[in-house]
Structure formats: structure tokens, C-alpha cells
């Protein structure tokens, strides 16, 4: 499998860097990227091919369109694509498959994934959907499959109007948790603990508590009860974030997410 990435970013480097630790071989990777220091990065990184315009593009090829939301229709409206003659792959926030369907000139051989900030060291996880299941085959959801699972886990999303839902939870999840072990940390110091101890047992706390959830068949409520004793340290902290509402702010939190996702999707709609 061949693949060509339009966008040199974080993103790309993390995908570019995964699938070569999972065997592909750099020759079959390229990027797309205008900006000079940034091809040269990829270059040295991954000894992978770099240029500033796609050129010729093989009917086997997978286009994977990697920049910015606000750069997606004038990198589509360039690409130069045949309408359906290659899979092309989205990752790009926001922006919903009819619109880029629209700038791609009618191609319906398209994937939208939502990755997160994990896939940075391997542990991510990627909402995919489809545009046209008649047109997008199942070799084509196995390649884009294979693609992103080379930077962590992958869920198959039926509904592109779930995908808002994808980029609230997972998309923006990753800022959530630093935001409660931000806070965590911080209450430490407060009680005295050394930044680099209230550090530590931060960090550790929340990838044990993460690792044990994965590992356990049990819900996590049920968890969260095992930890909680009648009368001790753990229902005292409860018995707070109830009087503050904070399991409640959190659910608000990720339904304005999912509000402003959809917003966005429709201002890209309307160009």
C-alpha cells in the first residue's frame, strides 16, 4: 500500500512514524507539505520522499489529507484527484465528508477519522466513518483501518453526525484528563506535597486507575465504589464534587463540545 500525506504536521509525523514501526517501508510513504522546514524535517526524520505539490498520483495510491480545517478546500480543490479513482482519508477536525466530497469534485470514496493527542506515542484512539458505503469497499475500510490503527485503537462510526459526538469525547478527551490531573497536582502542592511528589503520584495515579479500567471487565462505577469507603477520605471528596455539581458540569462540558462541533461542520457546509 502506497500513501500519500497532504499536510506535514504533528499528526502526519505521528501516522508516518507509526506505520514504519509497524513494517511499511519508507519508500512507499510520501508527504505533501509547503512549508520548506517542515519537508525537511520529515525528510531527516523518516528518509521518506517530500515535496511541495502532489504530482502524479498512482489509482492504488491512499490520499490521506492531513492540514489544517481552515486549509482542507483549497488543498482539496488542488489535489487534482480523479473523482473516486483513490481512497482518501480525512483527519481533519470539523470538516464533514459532503463538504469535502463537494471540493473534491463529487469523489465518494472518502473515510473521515478523528484521532487524538495519544497517537503521539502510539496510544491513540480513531473514530472512522464513511461517506458512501457503496462506494468505499471493504478493502478500503481495511486500509484505512491499518493506517490509523498504526498510532492506537480504531472505532467504526455508522453515522457521520456521531462523529461531532467522537471529536467531544475523544477528540477533546485528552484535555479534559490533563485538565483533572492539572488540578489533582495542584491541590497537592497546595497541601504541601513538592511539585516533583505531587507530580509523580499524580501521574501514576491516573495511569494506573486508566490501565486497571482496560484491564477490568467490571463497570467502572463499579470500580469507583471499590475505592470508596463509608465514612472515609474518598466519600468526603465525593460528597464535595456533588455539592459542586461536578459530575454534571462535566456531561454540560462535553455537550457544548459536541455543539460547537456540529456549528463548525456547518459553517464548512455553507462554502
Known sequence: MKITFIGGGNMADALIGGLLRKGFAAADLRAVEINRDARAKLQEKYGIVCADSIGAVGDD???LLAVKPQQMREAAQGSGLRAN???VISIAAGITLPSLSRWLGTHRRLVRA????PALIG???SGLCVLDNAAVTEDDRNRAQTILRAVGSTVWIEDEAQMDVVTAVSGSGP???FYFIEAVEEAARKLGLSMETARTLTLETFTGAAQLAAASADPIAVLRERVTSKGGTTEAAFASMATDCVKEAIIRAIFAATERGRELGALQAKD
Not at 478523528?114 to 493527542?117: A, F, K, T, V
Open 123 to 125: 496510544a491513540g484512539i
Open 114 to 117: 478523528m484521532p487524538n493527542m
Open 85 to 87: 479513482a483513490n481512497l
Open 61 to 63: 495510491e491512499v490520499i
Open 175 to 177: 484535555a479534559y484528563v
